[in-house]
């Protein structure tokens, strides 16, 4: 069997039974034919028209790849990383993408896994075409970042939080890079996460939300080997 990607579109339609919501499921759309292009961890996001970007990756590779909906399937996937250059992936984190309109930024962690930064590349046309890797982490006190979360505002400027680690993998906690000009550069790194017990969770990826001037960080502390599900907002 090869094996693909699919994607899962959900209708939902309001009944008068009992106030409860029926959600009805379509079939499934094929997106890539994942022997050629991998399946690692596919996220998506919704361009102008409420057309679908979809983001994933190939693990044997590193590479990334998007496909975008052309009304009747999904087009050819790209491959949206330069030469040389390799995503940290697997299961359980990867990738990230947001959309605002026809501005599409796609977050990910460069490798290597101990050198690599936090990098975005970013599409203006809907997820046709895309720009080279623009930085968004400013760590440089040699420690490791990865883990990255993305959301862009109304405006169509993202927010990037990732988990920075000091040297030798120490004191992980989650910061936040904002960008004011729709992705073509990113602001220093702010930390976003001092007031937890002990400290944020080193293995489990976090999610960014934005809505209207309200930012939410949801995430896992470890607080002496027990974990707790946490948000904060600013």
Known sequence: MIPRLFLIVIISQTWNLDAQ??????????????????????RIALTAGNNPVVIWGKGSTSELFTARWNGSAFDIPVGILPLNVESYLSSWTGPDIDAKGDTVVVVFKAMPLE?????????????ITWSDTIRADSHNNGGVVWLPSLA???NGNPSVIYMAHDP???????????S????????????IANTIPEEACDCCPAEYVIQGNQHAL??????????DIRMMTE
């Not at 004011?180 to 930390?191: A, I, L, P, V």
């Open 115 to 127: 050198g690599g930064h936090i990098l975005t590349v970013r599409s203006t046309d809907g997820g």
């Open 180 to 191: 004011s000009d729709q992705g073509m550069t990113f602001q220093n790194e702010m930390n």
């Open 168 to 178: 030798v993998w120490s004191l992980p906690r989650y910061v936040v890079s904002h």
């Open 218 to 227: 949801l995430f896992r502390n470890n607080e002496s080997n027990i974990r």
């Open 21 to 42: 919501p029926a959600i009805y499921w379509e079939p499934e759309i094929i997106v890539a034919n994942g022997s050629s292009y991998g399946n690692t961890r596919p």
């Open 152 to 154: 862009m505002d109304e």
